[in-house]
């Protein structure tokens, strides 16, 4: 009997040990699956940066660069769109550009302005009046010639552009027949045609003389201004109506007649105009005079 009871208490003191050692085992494994799950987890999450992470990264300088060229696109596939973004740009991504580089922007065209005036341009020369001068082919675009009906009435070439202007002056004008040299045309009005003419107008006294004008058009133009002079010393002042370049031609004789062609180019804008001033500025006689016979346009 005492045998009995030890091995009862024996064996109910073995069942809780042994119930205790299974549940600790139950608890061990538990605890391992819960770790690998957690170790699982982690795993996967780390897995899913590094994932994320290789898409969104975005290389400072790409390798092909170091050569200073980019490769091609494949052929038949179009090139990548550049990404959206403020750092973006937008459009195709241009060659040459690094990325997060914004392309420059290009220099605004410049406007087309109208085209400078060249400067107004004024110069004279003087030459001996030729024994015959033919004002139809002198005063290709216009010719005025004075003194051969009477002191008022010139002849102008007909058809003529009308561009020299007659404006007056001071004294009187007085019309003579004895001039050196010989005027003709063949398309005047309103006389038609001259074969030789050798008159002219003339002022007396100083301070006395002729005003003209001729206009410009923009372009270099050429006139001629046959003039003379008596016991007298003249002045010739030229200028542009637009401002610019002024000339100033003295001519003299105290004892008899001389004459010029005094040839003018001249460039001003359109719509300004040649302004010509032939004047006594001396008289060495009693009637000291400057004449006028004709002017011509080439």
């Not at 795993?43 to 994932?51: D, Q, R, S, Y």
């Not at 400072?60 to 494949?74: D, I, Q």
């Not at 038949?76 to 991504?93: E, K």
Request: hydrophobic share 30%; charged share 20%; proline share 9%.
């Amino acid at each position: 009997m005492g045998r009995q009871d030890h091995g009862g208490d024996a064996g109910r003191t073995s069942y809780p040990y042994r119930h205790n050692r299974s549940a600790l085992r139950r608890m061990a494994r538990a605890r391992q699956r819960r770790r690998w799950l957690l170790e699982a987890l982690v795993a996967v999450t780390c897995l899913a940066a590094v994932v994320g992470s290789l898409g969104t990264e975005r290389h400072g300088t790409p390798r092909e660069e170091e050569s200073g060229v980019l490769p091609a696109p494949p052929i038949g596939r179009p090139a990548a769109p550049s990404p959206s973004g403020p750092d973006a740009g937008g459009g195709i991504v241009s060659p040459g550009l690094r990325p997060r580089q914004h392309s420059p922007t290009p220099s605004p065209s410049p406007s087309l302005s109208p085209s400078t005036p060249a400067e107004p341009t004024l110069a004279v020369g003087q030459a001996d009046v030729p024994a015959q001068v033919d004002l139809s082919t002198v005063g290709r675009v216009d010719w005025t010639h004075w003194g051969l009906s009477d002191a008022g009435t010139p002849v102008r070439k007909r058809g003529g552009s009308g561009e020299i202007r007659d404006e007056g002056g001071r004294g009187e004008r007085v019309s003579y027949s004895n001039n050196p040299e010989a005027y003709s045309w063949h398309d005047g009005a309103p006389v038609r045609s001259a074969g030789g003419t050798l008159s002219g107008v003339y002022t007396c006294g100083e301070g006395t003389g002729f005003n003209l004008a001729v206009a410009a058009d923009g372009q270099p133009r050429t006139v001629h201004l046959y003039a003379g002079l008596w016991m007298a010393r003249g002045r010739l002042d030229l200028r542009l109506s637009s401002g610019g370049p002024t000339s100033t031609v003295r001519l003299e004789d105290p004892h008899t007649m001389r004459t010029a062609d005094l040839t003018v180019r001249f460039r001003a804008p359109r719509g300004a105009k040649l302004l010509v001033s032939w004047t006594v500025e001396e008289s060495f006689g009693d009637c000291g005079n400057v004449s006028l016979q004709a002017v011509a346009l080439r």
